[in-house]
């Protein structure tokens, strides 16, 4: 069965997620959610970013180990009033003083036994005669039979009670939602950015009889692999292992160039001449330093990414290296100050850009050239 809904990326679905939040919180509306998408998409780090954001305490579900007993609670048999009653579980919110968001994760893999239970949490919001808090959020999560994964069906009982998000895995919303807030490896940020199409290979790899395939998770454990594996021989077979042999040798060119080339943290202890001479030459190498900029950019080092950031656009006219006048410089500068600016907001930094003249030059030249 198709999931007839409008694709959206998973910042999106975390925008929907928030504003669904406020909006219950607020006392506006309570609806139930569920998030559709392939394996790796970044689901369930959608929910726990929320649960983060909102201080809400998380309780995750995974549906495939658990029975619908599980669910109503253990029973008793009561003396005195001569009656079977219920234990409660403890996976359940109970407190309706503290927010909470309860995440019903691999929903459409779940028995088919279990279904009925759900039913009653996402309907009327109770198991038995244990009801939900009313400050309890909702969120399910799970796959499809087209994603290669186990899943079953989902009938119109289940399916009626939810609002449904399906998600699609877009490479610019990964980069600036996940992979530099997450200060992922700017040679794997480097390289989505200019191949996204191998963000998520999900689909050719299913159709190609392929177990392993690129999925915006496996690129976070690429990630993991580069900061924790010193041995590169050793390294790059378990990057193979994550992408897959073809993609991987792919990469592993790309990260030996950065390797080479981006000396991020050098450069913010150099002088102007010297540091002049550390710029790498290359588009990915020159993505991979926008990267490591913000990624190092912090109350003590702003004041020189932010110096180095504005010069990446000259390096045409200051270096003596003639690879700079193919590359878009004005393009990565721009960019990267837009990561560095969201950065320093979250995190207020930015006092640093009203005291850079670095900075004050650059915003000058883009007003004089009606960009401002």
């Known amino acids: 069965m198709s999931i007839n809904t409008t694709p959206i990326s998973p910042g999106r679905a975390l925008d929907a997620?928030?504003?669904g939040f406020a909006a219950q919180a607020a006392g506006e509306m309570t609806v139930c959610w569920?998030?559709?998408g392939r394996p790796g998409i970044g689901k369930t780090e959608i929910v726990q970013q929320l649960a983060t954001e909102t201080g809400a305490t998380?309780?995750?579900?995974?549906?495939t180990t658990i029975e619908p007993q599980d669910l109503r609670g253990l029973p008793f048999y009561d003396h005195d009033a001569r009656r079977t009653v219920w234990y409660p579980p403890e996976d359940l919110p109970d407190d309706p003083a503290t927010p909470a968001i309860l995440f019903l994760d691999e929903l459409t893999a779940a028995a088919p036994a279990l279904q009925p239970t759900v039913y009653g949490l996402l309907q009327e919001r109770r198991v038995g005669q244990h009801a939900l808090p009313a400050c309890t959020f909702i969120v399910a999560a799970g796959n499809t039979v087209e994603d290669g994964a186990i899943a079953y069906e989902m009938g119109t009982a289940l399916s009626d009670r939810l609002v449904h998000?399906?998600?699609r895995a877009e490479a610019t919303d990964w980069i600036e939602s996940y992979a530099v807030p997450q200060g992922v490896h700017p040679a794997v940020t480097a390289f989505i950015r200019t191949r996204?199409?191998?963000l998520d290979t999900s689909e050719n790899a299913l159709r190609k009889g392929q177990m392993i395939a690129c999925t915006p998770r496996s690129w976070a454990r690429v990630s993991t692999l580069m900061n924790a594996v010193p041995d590169k021989a050793l390294r790059d077979v378990l990057i193979a292992g994550t992408l897959g042999e073809a993609v991987a040798a792919e990469f592993i060119l790309i990260a030996e160039d950065i390797a080479a080339t981006v000396q991020a943290t050098a450069m913010l202890g150099a002088d102007g001449k010297e540091r002049l001479e550390m710029y790498p030459a290359s588009l990915h190498g020159l993505t991979a330093l926008v990267y490591a900029l913000v990624t190092l950019a912090d109350k003590r080092t702003i004041g020189g990414v932010i110096e180095i950031m504005a010069e990446i656009r000259k390096l045409s006219e200051l270096s003596r290296n003639a690879?700079?006048?193919a590359l878009p410089l004005g393009e990565l500068t721009t960019y990267g100050f837009e990561l560095l600016i969201d950065k320093a907001l979250a995190e207020g930094l930015q006092e640093a850009f009203r005291a850079s003249a670095a900075y004050a030059d650059y915003a000058a030249e883009?007003?004089?050239a009606g960009l401002a």
């Open 366 to 368: 883009r007003e004089a």
């Open 323 to 325: 690879a700079f006048a």
């Open 17 to 19: 997620l928030r504003t």
């Open 34 to 36: 569920m998030l559709h």
């Open 58 to 63: 998380l309780f995750d579900l995974r549906l």
């Open 196 to 198: 996204p199409d191998l």
């Open 165 to 167: 998000l399906s998600l």
